[in-house]
């Protein structure tokens, strides 16, 4: 069974920082492009950073570019967002997805059940 599960969420102060994991099973992590999307309170899910099945290629949303950072441990089958510089638009659910292309949005690959993520003072 294909399965993502998240964890690393919490309660941050702004300008925090968070480490977000997400751990694979069912499939070979290696294949897959990893990706993290957020869905912040009243919004549709979002786009936040892309990595390859590799490693070698990351892509972010220029609202979380250079304060995110997108990396994995595919030894390990599990994906991180390493945030830091935390703002109070950064919180919400955030999701794992996985897909076999080198692509972002829409609902494809499949979803982990997500981690809540709140910024607040």
């Known amino acids: 069974q294909v399965q993502l599960v998240e964890s690393g969420g919490g309660l941050v102060q702004p300008w925090g920082s968070l480490r977000l994991s997400c751990a694979a099973a069912?499939?070979?992590?290696?294949?897959?492009?990893m990706g993290w999307y957020l869905q912040a309170p009243g919004k549709e899910r979002e786009f936040v950073a892309l990595?390859?099945?590799?490693?070698?290629?990351?892509h972010y949303s220029d609202s979380k570019r250079g304060r995110f950072t997108i990396s994995r441990d595919n030894a390990k089958e599990t994906v991180y967002l390493q945030m830091v510089s935390l703002k109070p638009e950064d919180a919400g659910v955030y999701y794992c997805?996985?897909?076999?292309?080198?692509?972002?949005?829409?609902?494809?690959?499949?979803w982990g059940q997500g981690t809540q993520v709140t910024v607040s003072s």
């Open positions: 997805n996985a897909r076999l292309t080198y692509t972002y949005g829409g609902p494809g690959g499949t």
């Open positions: 069912g499939f070979t992590c290696n294949e897959y492009m």
């Open positions: 990595i390859s099945h590799d490693g070698r290629s990351t």
